[in-house]
């Protein structure tokens, strides 16, 4: 194995998100502070705690894949990945490239489960229950599901089959990974997959998430867990990280992948290079299963973690009087425990300097999209570098006085910055953070 | 903490620690050592815990193999009448209670685990244990022989069904005029004959994140969710974050549990599962012969302990084997749900090629050997294309028909055992049955010992995702 560390950079980005579903739209309308959280339109969900969500609209997976017959019935998390991947793939410029070995080229993604088709599983349920009128005999449950639930479907639902439809869509046969760390899922997908690559044992990765917990066990889940924003009488303004009256998060759904290289790959095809993943660190809380350590334990080591894999002293500002970082794309959920935690462990980290480091939370504007959070986080992350400007963490108007760093409220900055820190945080206590850099 | 001057992370460590255990502002004070190092580790599994139909823990399930005993029965833990395959691996309800085996202080929250994380729970005590480590989830007395930020966590784990009886209960609060769930209750009542916490037991990374809380495990921590090749999958990550230098061991492996009728209806629509009817219940799985016609299904998996070689000997553990080679890739035919042997073929070339062996090295194969026919074929095509004439006397282990298909924790079982037959240089006894009309070593067959060296483990999953694990004798 070399001792030099191979470089890892970025060639192809792409998202299906609420939004919109290609990469400048959303840049755009996320540097204007829009949103688009409006009422649940997927099942009727008028008498839930939460009523609203961000959801993708008008998509048309079939526009995305050259063959949709290729995929069948795709589920709802598969056909967002189908399309950000295609896009992230043309813009690479890899599709073009001659002589590709289909083996060197991986997947790993963080993607989540598919949907539960509720409607059919309750009958089934209902369906099958014995004369007490509520225990489920096996036998007539399985013959009610062969009645109600379809068989493609169910298959559809395992968590690695965004991964396989998008292996076959443009054929890849190279090592494929999904990893599923709730809302780190994404992020950690990214990182491990540069890892994997700095090893040797791939060429070219395909990296990302997608999900949707936008259905009626999902909502349920998460209002059980009172973890969502019940704010249904302005939806537009429930995702408000960092404010004093913030009161949980916005449920999102979508699609953000993006296409890595070696850096001597890219410049040997003259791929245009988006930014270099230059540091990675990944944390357990292990601490409790629903809350995070109220020191900012484990966010506080991923963020060293990643610095140091970057070779970066988070105590130090460079010679120009920078920080290390110029911007940190926080997870900033918006919930009460996250927003608090994660500033406690940005300061633990900087010190003093973390007041200096902008940190705002895109889900303010596009809400949370669950496993497919990080990596659309991160594909904006790529952008601001691109065009040196950082969007607003918007609704932020009644500041926490507790929460007293740079959120860059409501309206979007421009500055100039080489050098960005993303982070994603799960439920069950994964932390992992990547350190993102132009090139 | 005599660990950590083993850190190879140096600018991680004493400066480190206080930063986490220090006040919220912090001065800047010396700069630290800034530099990465690339670094070539030897990896060895210093502790096996499987869990499955044979029971809990490396020995119970060694001497089930090495006796010819299977754990296939009748299914007791529901009727599956509705499906075409009525046998599977139960882990026994009596030999295993989950909350005998976790320190009292978390008694609790074994009600917020379904039987996936109990089975991960249970099988990381028995790994901890079978490694001689100590951790809060073993001893509160000692503490820790490895430093908790020291210690990863990648776990393989399954779609988890959620219980449908559970919700069931549920459902009934909110029926409608039409007999059906109305949402308009459901919303404002119904949801709430659900505990709090309901989501929380079903969520794939719930498996890591209990069995990081209980035995502290800080570093690095994934749930990898890719069918059979979970298990395979983790190893081969838990394997880059110890060479990384980002952990010096890591519990890693999968468990799973598809004995519920939601998984068993998706298992039947993805025709997947063998047809019982008819059958001795040790006929059901018959890899590799000419009347298999599916598989059966087990609950189990089970993690290891992957460990530095450095670490592991410089704290007196005992390496099972030594991680020697590792590789993935994807089948994806046109379908994307086929087997296809080139594939599988490629994952054992690039895995001989990281453990710069040739396969004249490979003494014994653990093939998946699910009894899904077109798996099968493709996993056997794929040993006589690498192997050549050797194809047809390298002996190999089957482990399905003993504890069913475990799933994501299926492959944890095979290293598990891959790692107990080159300790104590013999091979299990072999069950099945049926024609074989392939020329490979998989008909029945005795325990016997023999001369092991180096031994393969091969995962194909549903989904497309194949590894090939290349495991060494330590020296």
């Given at each position: 194995m070399s001792s030099e560390r191979r470089r890892i950079v970025i060639t192809g980005i792409g998202w299906v998100t609420p939004m919109g579903h290609d990469i400048e739209s959303v840049w755009q309308r996320l540097l204007n502070g829009e949103t688009d959280i409006?009422?649940?339109?997927?099942?009727?969900?008028?008498?839930?705690p939460t009523t609203f969500a961000s959801q993708v609209r008008?998509?048309?997976?079939?526009?995305?894949?050259?063959?949709?017959s290729l995929h069948g019935q795709p589920g709802i998390h598969t056909q967002f990945a189908l399309g950000a991947a295609r896009q992230a793939w043309d813009m690479s410029g890899?599709?073009?490239?001659?002589?590709?070995?289909?083996?060197?080229i991986g997947i790993y993604l963080g993607a989540g489960e598919g949907v539960l088709d509720f409607q059919s599983y309750q009958k089934t349920c209902l369906a099958s229950r014995e004369d007490d009128g509520h225990t489920i005999n096996t036998v007539n449950w399985g013959e009610a599901a062969a009645k109600f639930l379809d068989g493609v479907g169910e298959v559809e639902q395992e968590p690695n089959m965004p991964a396989s439809h998008i292996s076959r869509e443009l054929g890849i046969r190279g090592p494929v990974y999904n990893c599923l760390t709730a809302c780190a899922a994404s992020t950690q997908a990214i990182g491990e997959a540069a890892s994997m690559m700095r090893r040797g044992d791939a060429d070219v990765m395909v990296s990302g998430g997608t999900h949707t917990m936008l259905h009626v066990l999902g909502v349920t889940g998460f209002n059980r867990l009172t973890?969502?924003?019940?704010r249904n009488d302005d939806p537009?303004?429930?995702?408000?990280?960092?404010?004093?009256?913030r009161d949980g998060f916005v449920m999102g759904e979508g699609s953000g992948i993006i296409i890595m290289e070696t850096l001597d790959h890219a410049t040997a095809r003259g791929a245009n290079v988006l930014?270099?993943?230059t540091g990675y660190g990944s944390s357990a809380?292990?601490?409790?299963?629903?809350?995070?350590h109220p020191e900012g334990r484990g966010p506080a080591v991923a963020m060293l973690e990643a610095l140091a894999d970057a070779g970066l002293d988070p105590a130090k500002r460079r010679d120009d009087g920078k920080?290390?970082?110029?911007y940190i794309s926080s997870h900033?959920?918006?919930?009460n425990e996250n927003d608090h935690i994660e500033t406690l462990a940005a300061k633990k980290v900087f010190g003093e300097m973390a007041y200096d480091i902008p940190m705002t939370s895109i889900k303010s504007m596009m809400g949370h999209l669950i496993c497919a959070a990080g990596a659309v986080e991160f594909i904006t992350c790529l952008l601001m570098l691109r065009d040196q400007v950082i969007p607003p963490t918007i609704n932020?108007?009644?500041?926490?006085?507790?929460?007293?760093?740079?959120?860059?409220?409501?309206v979007k900055r421009e500055t100039a910055m080489d050098t960005c820190l993303s982070n994603s945080f799960g439920f069950g206590g994964q932390n992992n953070t990547l350190v993102v850099s132009r090139i | 903490m005599p660990f950590q001057d083993r850190h190879?992370?140096?600018?991680?460590?004493g400066d480190y620690l206080a930063i986490l255990t220090g006040p919220v502002l912090r001065v800047a004070t010396e700069p630290r050592k800034l530099h990465y190092r690339p670094m070539t580790r030897r990896v060895v599994i210093s502790g096996a815990g499987p869990i499955s139909a044979l029971g809990v823990g490396i020995d119970d399930t060694w001497s089930a193999m090495c006796e010819g005993r299977?754990?296939?029965?009748?299914?007791?833990?529901?009727?599956?009448?509705?499906?075409?395959?009525h046998v599977g691996g139960e882990v026994d309800p009596e030999t295993f209670k989950v909350r005998n085996v976790v320190p009292k202080s978390y008694r609790k929250a074994v009600k917020v685990m379904c039987r996936d994380v109990e089975l991960a729970v249970g099988a990381a005590v028995a790994a901890i244990h079978d490694a001689g480590l100590k951790t809060p989830g073993v001893?509160?007395?000692?503490?820790?022989?490895?430093n908790p930020d020291r210690m990863g966590c990648q776990i393989g784990s399954g779609l988890i069904a959620a219980d449908v009886q559970e919700l069931t209960d549920a459902f009934v609060t909110s029926l409608g005029d039409d007999e059906e769930v109305d949402l308009g209750k459901w919303g404002v009542t119904?949801?709430?004959?659900?505990?709090?916490l309901w989501l929380l037991k079903y969520l794939p990374n719930m498996l890591a994140c209990h069995v990081t809380i209980v035995h502290d495990c800080q570093g690095p921590s994934n749930t990898i969710t890719c069918s059979e090749s979970s298990s395979a999958l983790s190893l081969g990550e838990s394997m880059r974050v110890i060479e990384r230098g980002a952990a010096d061991a890591c519990l890693t492996g999968g468990a799973e549990s598809k004995l519920n009728p939601l998984s068993y209806y998706r298992q039947t629509c993805a025709g997947?599962?063998?047809?019982?009817?008819?059958?001795?219940v040790n006929d059901v799985v018959r890899p590799f012969s000419t009347e298999a016609n599916g598989t059966a299904l087990g609950e189990g998996g089970g993690l290891l302990v992957l460990e530095a070689k450095d670490n592991c000997d410089a704290r007196g553990g005992r390496a099972?084997?030594?991680?020697l080679g590792y590789a993935a890739t994807q089948s994806c035919d046109h379908d994307g749900m086929s087997a296809t042997a080139e594939d599988i073929a490629a994952a054992i070339h690039n895995a001989l090629r990281s453990a710069d062996?040739?396969?004249?090295?490979?003494?014994a194969i653990v093939p998946?050997?699910?009894?899904i026919p077109s798996v099968d074929a493709a996993e056997a095509d794929a040993i006589e294309t690498v192997f050549g004439e050797r194809a047809t006397s390298i002996p190999q282990v089957l482990t399905v028909p003993y504890t069913?298909?475990?799933?994501?924790?299926n492959g944890a079982i095979q290293v598990s055992i891959a790692c107990r037959c080159l300790e104590t240089q013999s091979l299990p006894a072999r069950l099945n049955t049926g024609t074989i009309?392939?020329?490979?070593?998989?008909?029945p067959a005795e325990a016997r010992d023999a001369q092991l060296s180096n031994i393969l483990v091969l995962s194909v999953s549903q989904g497309g995702q194949n590894t090939a694990v290349i495991l060494g004798k330590v020296s």
């Open positions: 409006t009422p649940i339109e997927r099942f009727d969900a008028r008498t839930f008008n998509y048309d997976w079939t526009k995305f894949v050259k063959d949709p890899l599709g073009t490239v001659a002589g590709l070995d289909p083996h060197r973890a969502m924003s019940t537009a303004t429930a995702s408000r990280p960092f404010s004093k009256n930014g270099e993943v809380d292990a601490y409790r299963i629903t809350d995070i920080p290390p970082v110029q900033g959920t918006s919930t932020l108007d009644e500041p926490d006085p507790d929460l007293d760093l740079d959120y860059v409220p409501n | 190879l992370c140096p600018w991680l460590n299977s754990g296939l029965k009748p299914l007791t833990c529901f009727d599956p009448g509705a499906f075409p395959c001893d509160n007395e000692d503490g820790h022989v490895i119904g949801m709430e004959n659900l505990t709090p997947r599962l063998a047809d019982s009817s008819g059958l001795e099972r084997a030594e991680l062996l040739d396969h004249e090295s490979i003494d998946f050997g699910c009894g069913g298909n475990c799933n994501a924790g009309d392939r020329n490979l070593q998989v008909g």
